[in-house]
Every structure is written in C-alpha cells, then in structure tokens.
C-alpha cells in the first residue's frame, strides 16, 4: 500500500504565497517522477510542474517565474512553493509519483487525495 498526503493549500490574497507538501508513505522501493497537478472547476486536471528523481525540473509556462517544486528523496517529499498567486491559480491541487514497489516491476503511477488553493482578489 502506498499513499500521498498532501497539506498547506488554503485561502490566500491574491499575490500572496503558499506551500504545499506531499509525502509519500508505505511499501516503497523507489520513488521516480512526481509532480503537481491542478484542476480547476469543470476544467480538466493539468501538470503545473514535475521534477525527477536527479532535481530535474519544468513547470508551465503560465507558473514560471512564480512556482517552484523541489524534493527531498529521504523524506519521500515533494514541495510546490507558490509565489505571487493570482486568482486564476484557484483549484484543488493534486501530488502525484512514480513509484516503484518492487525492484524489476514496473513502477505505476499514485495520487494524492488533493488540496484545495483558492485565491481571492
């Protein structure tokens, strides 16, 4: 069993900043990609950023500048820093990993349960 918890989203002013945080827990081998998804209401769920295993990162092109993901491998740890939030930054954002829970089987693919971010005026 694996799992991602996901906490700091919340209501904000808009150009203010938030943190989110997801770490992942259970039968974990090795934890490849994650990533932060978003999904608006009746909109469709979008990648906002990923990072790899080595740090590699990318974001979209309508958070760079002001989104910033990063990790920390020994606490199975995936971290969004959201700076100069503007009010179209309003969704439930999802963490997500590839996760490998067993050495030579495919690694699949995990969701967190989600967190709201809303964003006023």
């Known amino acids: 069993q694996v799992q991602l918890v996901e906490s700091g989203g919340g209501l904000v002013q808009a150009g203010g900043s938030l943190r989110l945080s997801c770490a992942a827990s259970g039968s974990i081998f090795r934890i490849n990609s994650m990533g932060w998804y978003r999904q608006a209401p009746g909109k469709q769920r979008d990648l906002v950023a990923a990072?790899?295993?080595?740090?590699?990162?990318s974001t979209v092109d309508s958070v760079k500048g002001r989104f910033t993901i990063s990790r920390d491998n020994a606490k199975n740890t995936v971290y969004l820093q959201m700076n100069s939030l503007k009010p179209e930054d309003t969704a439930v954002y999802y963490c997500?990993?590839?996760?490998?829970?067993?050495?030579?089987?495919?690694?699949?693919?995990?969701w967190g349960q989600g967190t709201q971010v809303i964003v006023s005026p």
């Open positions: 990072i790899s295993r080595g740090g590699s990162t």
């Open positions: 997500n990993a590839d996760i490998s829970r067993v050495p030579g089987l495919p690694s699949h693919d995990y």
